[in-house]
């Protein structure tokens, strides 16, 4: 597998969108291996750009991250607090 090929798979799986948008991510893997294949540079150029704007479709297609840092674990623990006392 190529360098970028394998970078998109990356983020692909990152942003949990291959079942949301499977065309669009298989057009991703395909312009990757297209801006991998040392051939034609007018063709390697004109699939990285159109890879470019797959990915930010794709990107912007991507549900919100569930990753919780110490702040919002902080502030979900006070809410909880808030809620028990009201009961």
Same mark, same amino acid.
């Given at each position: 597998?190529?360098?970028? !090929? &394998?970078?998109?798979?990356?983020? *692909?799986?990152?942003?949990?969108?291959?079942?949301?948008? /499977? @065309? #669009?991510?298989? +057009?991703? #893997?395909? +312009?990757? &291996?297209? !801006?991998?294949?040392? @051939?034609? !540079? =007018?063709? $390697?150029?004109?699939?990285?750009?159109? +890879?470019? =704007?797959? #990915?930010?479709?794709?990107?912007?297609?991507? /549900? /919100? &991250? $569930?990753?919780?840092?110490? !702040?919002?674990? #902080?502030?979900?623990?006070?809410?909880? %607090? *808030?809620?028990?006392? %009201?009961?």
């Amino acid at each position: 597998m190529s360098a970028n !090929v &394998a970078a998109v798979q990356a983020e *692909i799986e990152r942003l949990k969108v291959g079942d949301l948008a /499977p @065309g #669009l991510a298989q +057009l991703a #893997l395909t +312009l990757a &291996a297209a !801006v991998d294949n040392p @051939g034609n !540079v =007018t063709a $390697q150029s004109n699939a990285a750009r159109e +890879l470019r =704007t797959t #990915l930010e479709e794709l990107r912007r297609l991507a /549900p /919100p &991250a $569930q990753d919780m840092d110490r !702040v919002d674990d #902080l502030a979900k623990k006070r809410g909880d %607090r *808030i809620r028990a006392r %009201r009961a």
